[in-house]
């Protein structure tokens, strides 16, 4: 039987396999303007906008999807052939597939072919929020102190053309001068990212672009703008030709980028939303006055876990999450790691069991269908590791607990850069210090401590004789004796602890 293509006027015979918006998509207005419109966005900000505006009353949430990097034209080009439209398939744990057409995002634009257009909707009066996931590397701050980096050439780009700006931190600056030469209101800034206090660290970064390229903004900012912290929360692997094909198979739907995601899925804001804000709550969403202690949760646990899996599951040669997870020494390595090094730094977290959670992520992790792949994973682990395992490792330092594991899987990752492992399987390294971390892995073939002077990532670490020497301990039994005899070696003096 053919397929039908997936957009507007193929819904009707769609909705006979799978479930189609059932809401007037047309009507909707435009209340949010969403940078980064990959796969995360779509299995979870969007999901729950979607779910929400099934509510018939809910007219004023739709969202503008924006491509920002030239790399993003095929998603762009992707939601504008399909009106917006794409499917999202939940894997659930029995390995069922549950399919639905998501209609939540009603504009899509790209940025590099029109800046002016995504500037003047981001100053649209009608949207109320502007939300970003451009991954933790976007928010362009240095992690030894914390600075806006002004060295990215981006950046001085932006200062230079701010009509046609490149970066994120140009188009709000624009933006955001146009509301208040309009005597606008302001809006939500609202990070959908996976950074301990992404709403401080979103405010803190435009704050310090908006000071040298437009200094007279930064009051407007400061009281006509919000920005809440928020944890964000749902796997979603690349999706593969093989999704594409099953969705066709099995559905009849030619959707040329689906949305794979695991069943699981959880979303914790701050309330703080200044031009009001969708009631999110509504689909399961849960809004609270403090979010950090579920962000350090989440991020030290989830994140770190899988930095984990990742990286020695490299190591091991497997090339998927559930793979790694189930492997029983790594797996002991995960329990331990968990228990011992990050529990103790996460203090008291009101209504949630911790055991439960940890549980629960064990669960997720092995979850056979999802195949999440370690090379997405480990990519862009420079700025993934300073954020999901060095604080932990710094709190661990100061009140002397364990940092053995975290440091081992440091190690792993100074082997890791060097881009094969000792199978001789090549390792794929896709991120942006890919050139520093090559060479600093390749030195430390002969000095382990060489990978520890990337100061961007591991700030002062490399002058911690405690950390120094467990790294280096951890790096030449992995060189010498292997990386499985290794994992079972670090594993063989403590308990299998959660
Ligand atoms: C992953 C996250 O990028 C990563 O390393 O840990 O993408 C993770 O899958 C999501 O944060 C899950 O919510």
């Not at 503008?64 to 659930?92: H, M, R, S, W």
């Not at 009849?252 to 995601?261: G, H, S």
């Not at 994973?377 to 700025?383: E, F, G, L, M, N």
């Amino acid at each position: 039987m053919a397929s039908f293509k997936l957009n507007n006027q193929n819904l009707s015979q769609i909705a006979a396999k799978v479930l189609v918006p059932q809401y007037n998509r047309s009507i909707l207005k435009t209340g949010i303007v969403h940078v980064g419109i990959g796969g995360f966005h779509r299995s979870h900000q969007a999901y729950y906008t979607d779910q929400l505006l099934h509510d018939e009353t809910t007219k004023d949430w739709g969202i503008c999807g924006v491509a920002l990097l030239d790399f993003d034209a095929k998603i762009y080009n992707t939601l504008k052939e399909q009106d917006g439209l794409y499917t999202l398939i939940v894997k659930e744990l029995d390995g069922s597939l549950t399919k639905s057409v998501i209609g939540s995002i009603v504009e899509y634009l790209f940025a590099p072919e029109d800046p002016k257009k995504v500037i003047e909707k981001m100053a649209s009066p009608e949207v109320k929020i502007i939300s970003l996931t451009i991954t933790e590397g976007g928010y362009n701050y240095d992690e030894a102190t914390g600075a806006f980096n002004f060295g990215n050439t981006l950046i001085q780009q932006d200062l230079d053309n701010p009509q046609a700006p490149k970066t994120i931190f140009g188009y709000l600056t624009q933006a955001l001068k146009l509301r208040k030469e309009r005597s606008l209101k302001g809006c939500t800034i609202q990070s959908c990212d996976n950074i301990q206090g992404n709403g401080h660290v979103a405010k803190k970064m435009l704050l310090s672009y908006v000071r040298v390229a437009e200094p007279g903004l930064v009051a407007w900012i400061e009281a006509n703008v919000s920005f809440p912290n928020a944890m964000v929360d749902r796997i979603t692997p690349a999706t593969s030709a093989l999704d594409i094909e099953i969705l066709k198979e099995s559905s009849d739907i030619d959707d040329a980028w689906p949305v794979v995601c695991e069943p699981f899925k959880q979303w914790v804001i701050e309330d703080d939303f200044i031009e009001g804000r969708p009631a999110w709550e509504t689909v399961g969403a849960q809004f609270v006055e403090d979010v950090v202690p579920y962000e350090k949760m989440k991020l030290r646990l989830l994140n770190a876990g899988h930095s984990v899996l990742g990286i020695l599951g490299a190591l091991y040669g497997f090339s998927t999450i559930d793979e790694a997870a189930s492997n029983a020494d790594i797996s002991s390595f995960l329990r331990i790691y968990m228990g011992n090094e990050v529990t103790p730094t996460l203090g008291g977290l009101e209504g949630v069991n911790l055991k439960n959670y940890k549980f629960s992520l064990i669960q997720r992790f092995g979850n056979t269908y999802i195949k999440d792949q370690i090379d997405r994973i480990c990519s862009q682990s420079s700025a993934k590791i300073p954020i999901f395992i060095l604080p932990v490792v710094y709190e661990q330092l100061e009140k002397k607990g364990s940092i053995d594991y975290a440091a081992f899987v440091i190690a792993a990752f100074a082997i890791y850069s060097v881009g094969v492992n000792e199978f001789g399987t090549q390792l794929i390294i896709k991120d942006a210090m890919e050139i520093v971390l090559n060479e600093k892995a390749i030195l430390s073939r002969k000095n382990p401590e060489a990978f520890l002077e990337i100061e961007s990532i591991f700030g002062k670490l490399k002058s911690n004789e405690t950390f120094v020497e467990a790294y280096i301990k951890a790096y030449q039994n992995i060189v010498q004796n292997g990386i499985e005899k290794s994992v079972k070696d670090i594993n063989s003096n403590v308990l299998n602890e959660i």
